[in-house]
Nanobody, 122 residues
Framework: VQLQASGGGLVQTGGSLRLSCAAS????????MGWFRQAPGKEREFVAV????????SYEDSVKGRFTSSRDNAKNTVYLQMNNLKPEDTAVYYC????????????????WGQGSLVTVSS
């Protein structure tokens, strides 16, 4: 599975962005899809994960209620809707595919996109 993330950009505090992650390959629907981010000078951190069916999601505490992950398996695409963005959300966001829903450990994901930069100005 190859992943291509897009949708990042510059937004003001309180604004919204939607990231997309398009996958190639027949088995996209077999994978749980995670979102991670890495801010400058910081380690990569978990943001969200969605199950293969889209029926289950889990979020890191700081984004709960603001971010929503969804997927369209017919389009081989997963989304991260980000609302009420804050400067501390500034980071490169990565999508990743893995066989097990729920894991928040990046090393347990098999496939990674190239990253999409989100910058939130104050």
């Amino acid at each position: 599975v190859q992943l291509q993330a897009s949708g990042g950009g510059l937004v003001q505090t309180g604004g919204s962005l939607r990231l997309s992650c398009a996958a190639s390959g027949r088995t996209f629907s077999n994978y749980a899809m995670g979102w991670f981010r890495q801010a400058p000078g910081k380690e990569r951190e978990f943001v969200a994960v969605i199950s293969w069916s889209g029926g289950s999601t889990s979020y890191e505490d700081s984004v709960k209620g603001r971010f929503t992950s969804s997927r369209d398996n017919a389009k081989n695409t997963v989304y991260l809707q980000m609302n009420n963005l804050k400067p501390e959300d500034t980071a490169v966001y990565y999508c990743a595919g893995g066989p097990v829903y729920g894991t928040r450990v990046g090393d347990e994901y098999d496939y990674w996109g190239q990253g999409s930069l989100v910058t939130v100005s104050s």
